[in-house]
């Protein structure tokens, strides 16, 4: 098998792979579909040679099948977001230069306009894996592009982070090392599927291990605590948000319901918590209901994950711990010169686990960098030996539910609206949502939306975590001498009286 991540799926063919919506596969009827779904991508040709396909598939046997196939047939892979309204996926399709799209169902019908305005092709995964089996498949050399996703940042729109077969290799493998992944492990999926802590961390982990990986098609509080109630987990994985919705939800079990839940929970034999920071209450209320003392990590979608606390050890609240194996870490001051264990330095992180590129940027992807070392934005100081993470250098990065967005490219399209002359969007802290993305914007003449007003306009424009969900009018912005708005005293308008 070529494509390294599938090294293990030929090992283990019997085995379970995937159980999503009642139906269980096994390694073998993965290969089996995804070289036919290879087949029909490459329509006779010898090797898709590294071109982007857009794939809009729900957490499912397809999700997968459709993955594969496209490496195996030498493309590169760009899963693309359920809950995205149509400019948003015409974005991703346009920017990652998609000639292939493939969708099902009602999802086809959301990208048929796309992949038509386009002149993309639009293939079903139902059309694809009854295709015959191809007489071969290219080769594919672990240095050829692999996976992209998208990720906000602080200039432009959304990027695409071009990650290699080795980069993702290494993702996993480090992952493996760290967490002891055994081929007896069970993993619950209840990520989306366009980003690396649900495809990286829980379904190409579990299956680089010849682990099953149960699907929820969403995350849903009831469906995940009778699972994990189940006790035939052994793994989760999820952001903040979702542990304190399932706080919230075992809070409104009757009695019996929570002891059963618990007892599920305390058989899992480890539960992990990133992709934002995981609030110290939150840490502590997990102890006394699921009986775990959550391990966090710290990760990015450039770089897979980079710092998390110990599997066996002491797990400090606050803290995310050291850096995975293979994974070189440091800290930097402005200069780029290392800083003292408790002075806030930039998280810098170097090794086989960073991305490629920033596809088609290539000066974004130089200014990413400094001699070799992936810049991550994101400050800490090292405490007793334990990375604790700050904040961000930028205020105009929010991350909501574990999503990160551009406060920039929210800004940008709410200024469309014909009611908003000018506005300021910021992140609030929030216990639930970590950050709640909140507007201040002034009306124009024809006077400004209410939020529900605004919200449903902005959600056909943007994703749906991208739209604000707090707003204030204002008459004029909290602006320095130089005209620019400060952000700081954007927030204070919502925390302050
Ligand atoms: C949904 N909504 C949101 C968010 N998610 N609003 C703000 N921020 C969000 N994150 C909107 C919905 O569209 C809906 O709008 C309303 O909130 C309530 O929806 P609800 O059904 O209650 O929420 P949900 O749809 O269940 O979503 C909550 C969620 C979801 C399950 C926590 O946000 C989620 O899956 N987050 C995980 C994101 C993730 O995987 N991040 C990893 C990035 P309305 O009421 O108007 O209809 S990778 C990463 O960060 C790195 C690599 C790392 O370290 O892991
Ligand atoms: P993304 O760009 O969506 O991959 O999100 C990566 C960002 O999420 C990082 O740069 C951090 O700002 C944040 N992040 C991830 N894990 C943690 C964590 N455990 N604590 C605090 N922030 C985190």
Redesign the pocket.
């Known amino acids: 098998m070529s494509v390294p991540l599938l090294a293990a799926a030929a090992a283990h063919p019997d085995r379970t792979a995937l159980e999503a919506a009642g139906r269980f596969a096994s390694y073998r009827e993965l290969l089996d579909a995804s070289e036919r779904i290879a087949g029909a991508l490459l329509a006779g040709e010898s090797d898709l040679g590294g071109r982007p396909i857009g794939f809009l598939v729900e957490p499912s046997f397809e999700w997968v099948a459709v993955l594969w196939g496209i490496w195996r047939a030498g493309g590169v892979a760009v899963p693309m977001c359920l809950?995205h309204p149509r400019p948003e996926l015409e974005y991703v399709a346009a920017d990652a230069d998609v000639d292939t799209l493939v969708a099902g169902g009602e999802l086809a019908e959301r990208l048929g306009p796309v992949a038509e305005a386009r002149g993309a092709r639009l293939l079903s995964p139902g059309a694809l894996l009854a295709a015959d089996r191809p007489p071969s498949l290219p080769e594919i050399a672990r240095e050829r592009g692999a996976l992209i996703v998208y990720t906000s940042g602080t200039t432009g729109g959304p990027k695409g982070v071009l990650t290699t077969h080795a980069n993702l290799a290494a993702q996993v493998g480090s992952l493996r090392s760290a967490w002891e992944w055994r081929a007896d492990d069970r993993i619950l999926l209840v990520?989306?599927l366009h980003?690396?802590?649900?495809i990286v961390?829980v379904v190409l982990s579990a299956l680089a291990s010849g682990a099953g990986c149960r699907m929820l098609p969403?995350?849903d509080a009831e469906a995940t605590w009778e699972i994990l109630a189940g006790g035939r987990l052994s793994l989760f994985m999820a952001?903040p948000?979702?542990y304190s919705?399932l706080a919230a939800a075992w809070d409104a079990m009757p009695e019996p319901e929570r002891l059963a839940a618990s007892r599920g929970c305390r058989r899992l034999r480890l539960m992990v918590s990133?992709?934002a920071a995981l609030p110290v209450r939150l840490l502590e209320r997990w102890r006394e209901i699921g009986g775990h003392t959550l391990l966090e990590r710290?990760?990015?979608?450039e770089i897979g994950m980079a710092l998390g606390n110990p599997l066996h050890g002491e797990r400090r609240p606050g803290h995310v711990g050291v850096p995975f194996p293979g994974v070189e870490v440091r800290r930097v001051d402005e200069d780029g010169n290392g800083v003292a264990d408790d002075v806030p330095g930039e998280i810098e992180v170097r090794g086989p686990t960073v991305f490629r590129e920033y596809w088609g940027r290539p000066g974004e992807t130089a200014d990413a960098f400094r001699d070799g070392w992936f810049r991550t934005g994101d400050v800490a100081v090292v405490d007793r030996g334990s990375y604790r993470i700050l904040g961000r250098q930028s205020v105009d990065i929010v991350k909501?539910?574990?999503?990160?967005v551009s406060a920039l490219e929210v800004e940008e399209v709410l200024r469309e609206h014909p009611g908003i002359a000018e506005c300021a969007v910021v992140g609030v802290a929030d216990e639930e949502?970590g950050e709640v993305?909140s507007a201040a914007v002034m009306a124009s003449a024809g006077g400004a939306p209410g939020l529900e007003e605004l919200?449903a306009w902005a959600?056909e424009r943007l994703a749906?975590?991208k739209?604000p969900?707090r707003m204030v009018v204002v008459d004029e912005l909290p602006r320095n001498p130089l005209g620019k708005v400060v952000k700081p005293r954007v927030k204070e308008l919502f925390t302050v009286g």
């Open positions: 809950s990520l989306p980003h690396v802590h649900g961390n969403a995350f952001v948000t979702i919705r990133g992709s710290y990760g990015m979608t909501t539910g574990g999503y990160k949502w993305l919200r959600k749906p975590y739209v969900r």
